[in-house]
């Protein structure tokens, strides 16, 4: 087929075959985004290298990421790569590596086809690599490896390559060595190839030279180069028979076709490596991008359901010719008007074209449409399957909401945010700042999911709600730097939950008669323990940790008061029966109640609800239930000491002690209300050489004796 006899959905699906949609993720300061960087400046998107230590990077533009040397909000570009003669377009999103901003990284996966996650060549497989690693096998991303910082002291590819295999049970392939570690680290072999590659360090890297492999590596090239023909074998058939035969037989494109369908299905992770700050194998990372990760139109058509039946499933193939299906996956609020970055699946979205969100039925006008590279935006007026753009123009859609074709419609699978842990008081300075300020926070929320704020009638304080520490300080920098409003904050406070412990039945009985028409309201109801996998395998609904099942027979009471009973339980169990905090892990019953012909309505159903569930709820025991950290500290021998004695007087529960080289990981269970100041705590006790990385683990029940202290502080 020539190019001139090529019909437009013909072309597409050619630019679809040529396009790759990935992201870069890792552990905080593995450096996946000077990696980004150096693809922007190798594929002609900038003109100048920038730099995270100085704070020149393209992607990290927020004021607070310059500064801070960490990126807070996933970047999203777009950037050309030749490979083999032909132009792809690769559309690119680094990722945070904090775990506070876990979300960003949450919403990327979620859209993305391929990812490569970035290791420290001397540290391997950490703490927050195993958090992105999770969330990549959630979404079932496939993904390559890239060993980074091959340049820095104590730098070992074999003990970071083995890190993958034993932490996070992957199959790792080596499709290239380093020449030389630390100081002496100076190229990459191609095992699929056998040549050597040098790097220009003069010209940024932009040179690369092809050599022999050094006489002095050629056996262990040799010895990998087996191994990676072996692999390559036992994921094709036609490859195994020539394996058994004559493996010099094998070509690299087999090898390279074996690998990339073993990378598709998740069977193997290609490994790269070298050093970004040196300007070492970011173009080769590239090829293997195009090489492994894959097209659109390789992934599996995406799944949702139909709204007018939630469990009737529907599908849509990565198709311009499809009716149109997209995911809001981010939302950036401007002085023009909010920025919404949309993946398109399927069909074709215009700009000017009015599209539906089916989750709330509205219809959205998409007035604008971007390409966009860091900040920077390039004016579209179509965009096809697979692409991911930023639209202007949305008013009623949120992260995690899906836009459709009228006629066609489909609500796409939605993202899961977690819990906040943290929170803290906030107060306007002045009266022109209280303005300001509940809509800056509703901005904010738009923006990030993960965060939450709400009013509190007994102190009239805001509460605002995050991750962790770290996420609230951002928080507070904006408001007051970047939306310029005046405000004061409280100390942060663990967000507690409250559970029961028992089963219990109670009644609920609403009864007034004030002349005319009374109100009258009775239900019975049932509570127990309840767990997200028992939800799901009894297909109930566990919206807020709190499911309802209805076991009325006989019309006892009629079908409307039915959801009124269940709003009134779920509003008590919002607000807390034991000291003000949500109640969770709870399966209510609805058994039995009785109704009035007349005196009977939606209100007094709620209330009858209400009083039984906090009256059920007390007979089952209540039991406080406090925010477990999952705490990785990674610190020199000599402190080791000094470190677990401080876990364990903060009730953290030391779980793995592992020895990395002269260095000790410590990873621990702490309660999150004990682990507030522990980076400063840590700099001390160890002279500023250990670090650590903490994230949200679980709930567990408050010893008696804490608990005491929290509910007489609370009251």
Same mark, same amino acid.
């Given at each position: ?12 699906? %050619? ?28 594929? /002609? ?12 990077? $393209? ?18 570009? *777009? ?15 680094? *990722? ?5 901003? $876990? ?17 420290? /060549? ?59 570690? @630390? ?29 022999? %492999? ?30 058994? *035969?004559?493996?010099?037989?094998? $070509?690299?494109? #087999? ?37 492994? +990760?894959?097209?659109? &139109? ?53 700009? /000017? ?31 096809? @399957? ?43 300075? &002045? ?27 007994? &102190? ?42 028992? *089963? ?11 002349? /005319? ?7 019975? %109801? ?26 009325? %027979? ?23 029966? +034991? ?35 906090? #009256? ?21 021998? #000599? ?18 002690? #592992? ?8 990873? @621990? ?20 050489? @250990? ?25």
């Amino acid at each position: 087929m020539t190019t001139a006899t090529l019909t437009v959905g013909d072309r597409k699906m %050619i630019d679809l075959l040529h396009t790759r949609n990935f992201g870069i993720c890792a552990h905080i300061d593995a450096g996946k985004t000077t990696v980004t960087e150096r693809v922007l400046y190798y594929t /002609g998107k900038t003109y100048k290298m920038g730099e995270v230590h100085d704070g020149t990077a $393209t992607m990290d533009f927020l004021q607070d990421e310059q500064e801070r040397g960490i990126t807070i909000q996933s970047a999203a570009t *777009t950037c050309p790569w030749v490979r083999n003669g032909i132009e792809y377009k690769c559309n690119l999103i680094d *990722t945070p590596g904090h775990v506070d901003f $876990t979300i960003e990284v949450e919403r990327s996966m979620r859209v993305l086809d391929g990812a490569v996650v970035v290791f420290d /060549g001397k540290e391997g497989v950490e703490a927050q690599s195993e958090t992105v690693w999770r969330q990549a096998d959630r979404y079932h991303v496939p993904r390559c490896a890239f060993i980074n910082k091959m340049d820095k002291m104590g730098a070992d590819f074999f003990f970071s390559f083995d890190s993958i295999k034993q932490r996070l049970g992957a199959n790792p392939v080596a499709v290239q060595l380093p020449i030389g570690a @630390a100081d002496t680290f100076e190229g990459i072999i191609d095992l699929l190839t056998m040549k050597a590659y040098y790097f220009a360090a003069e010209e940024l890297g932009s040179r690369v030279e092809e050599r022999e %492999i050094p006489d002095s590596l050629k056996d262990e090239a040799l010895m990998w180069h087996h191994e990676l023909v072996e692999k390559a074998a036992e994921l094709d058939d036609h490859l195994t028979e020539k394996y058994l *035969t004559d493996e010099s037989t094998i $070509t690299a494109d #087999e090898i390279r076709s074996a690998l990339r369908s073993g990378t598709l299905n998740h069977k193997v992770v290609p490994v790269f490596t070298g050093s970004a700050l040196k300007y070492i194998g970011v173009q080769r990372l590239l090829d293997g991008v195009i090489d492994y +990760l894959p097209c659109p &139109t390789e992934v599996p058509p995406v799944e949702g359901t139909d709204p007018s039946d939630k469990h009737t499933r529907l599908a849509r193939p990565h198709d311009s010719e499809a009716p149109l299906s997209a995911l809001v996956f981010k939302i950036v609020s401007d002085a023009h008007g909010d920025l919404t970055y949309v993946r398109v699946y399927s069909g074709k979205l215009q700009k /000017g074209s009015r599209v539906l969100n089916p989750g709330n039925g509205r219809k959205e006008i998409i007035s604008r449409l971007f390409e966009m590279h860091a900040k920077e935006r390039i004016a579209r007026d179509t965009a096809f @399957a697979g692409e991911i753009v930023a639209v202007v123009g949305l008013k009623n859609s949120v992260t995690g909401d899906t836009l459709c074709d009228a006629d066609e419609p489909i609500i796409l699978e939605r993202m899961d945010f977690p819990d906040p842990v943290i929170s803290m008081s906030i107060e306007p300075a &002045t009266q022109a700042d209280k303005e300001k300020l509940a809509n800056a926070l509703a901005t904010i929320r738009r923006e990030d999911p993960s965060f939450q704020f709400h009013f509190d009638d007994e &102190t009239g304080q805001t509460i605002i709600a995050g991750m962790g520490e770290l996420h609230l300080d951002i928080i507070r920098t904006k408001l007051t730097r970047d939306m310029k409003i005046g405000v004061h904050v409280g100390k942060p406070r663990v967000a507690y939950r409250e559970s029961i412990t028992g *089963t219990a039945e109670a009644r609920g009985l609403h009864k007034k008669q004030t002349g /005319g028409r009374g109100q009258f309201g009775d239900a019975i %109801i049932t509570v127990e323990p309840y767990t997200p996998e028992q939800a799901e395998a009894d297909e109930l609904d566990f919206t807020d940790g709190i499911a309802f099942q209805n076991k009325i %027979i006989g019309g006892a009471i009629p079908k409307e008061y039915i959801s009124s009973v269940e709003y009134g339980a779920r509003q008590m169990a919002k607000s807390g029966v +034991l000291a003000g905090y949500p109640l969770q892990g709870v399966k209510i019953t609805l058994i039995d109640g009785s109704y009035h012909e007349v005196d009977s309505s939606q209100i007094a159903f709620e209330m009858a609800g209400s009083i039984a569930f906090k #009256e059920a709820t007390r007979k089952a025991g209540l039991a406080l239930l406090e925010p477990i950290m999952k705490v990785v500290v990674t610190s020199p021998e #000599e402190f080791l000491g000094n470190v677990t004695g401080d876990l364990s007087s903060r009730r953290g529960m030391i779980v793995n002690q #592992e020895k990395r080289g002269n260095t000790m990981v410590v990873t @621990a269970e702490a309660p999150l209300s004990e682990m507030f100041g522990y980076a400063t705590s840590l700099r001390g006790m160890s002279q500023g050489r @250990a670090a650590y990385a903490m994230e949200p683990l679980e709930y567990r029940q408050v010893p008696a004796n804490i608990a005491k202290t929290v509910l007489e502080g609370n009251s």
